[in-house]
């Protein structure tokens, strides 16, 4: 878990990186930006999930599990 800034939480947690475009929905979604910034910055965890169409970042369609993520904090050496 990660500690966060956002007000109607303390903490946040992301078992899982990247997605599907499946609907209209999609087109506005914060993540694709973010996963990009993310993978520039070098973040394993981001690296090529999203893609750039024309102007517009988009997904990819992978999706990877965070191992490290899922383990326990109390069980990591």
């Not at 990186?17 to 993310?38: D, P």
């Amino acid at each position: 878990m990660a500690e966060t800034q956002i007000e109607w939480t303390d903490a946040t947690w992301n078992p899982v990186a990247g997605c599907s475009i499946i609907s209209a929905g999609c087109t506005n979604c914060y993540a694709m930006e973010m996963a990009r910034r993310l993978d520039a910055m070098r973040v394993e965890k981001y690296q090529g999930l999203t893609r750039r169409s024309g102007k517009r970042t988009i997904w990819n369609g992978v999706v990877r599990e965070d191992h490290a993520a899922l383990v326990p904090t109390f069980h990591r050496t």
